[in-house]
């Protein structure tokens, strides 16, 4: 995670709140990218964000708008993908998932 405890501080909270609001529709929620990894070099801080969701939710506009407003207040982007989970359950083994549980730090 960055040194800047504003960008480190950017996953917890919208994972926070992510989770107040949707919390009983989501099944993962995993934030990985430059900022994990530690090689943001503080210049354009990307916080990648896998969000999976039941399949019946239809909340993925308001999670990305959320993530938008957390990366205005601490000063990063966030980039948001979003899978019902039949799509992720038929997909665990891709690259971009396994690289995002391997790499990323899961709050669900």
Known sequence: ???????GDAADV??????????ESIRH????GDATRGDDRS????VEVLL???DDVECERELKRLAETVGLEHG???????????????????P?????FEEG???V
């Open 43 to 46: 210049v354009h801080t990307a």
């Open 105 to 107: 730090r899961a709050y």
């Open 14 to 23: 919208f994972a926070s709140r992510a989770q107040e609001t949707y919390g």
């Open 96 to 100: 971009f998932i396994r690289t995002a």
């Open 76 to 94: 990063v982007v966030f980039s948001v993908n979003v899978l019902p989970a039949h799509r992720f359950e038929a997909n665990e083994e891709h």
């Open 29 to 32: 929620l995993v934030v990985f």
């Open 1 to 7: 995670m960055s040194d800047d405890p504003q960008r």
């Open 52 to 54: 999976v969701l039941d």
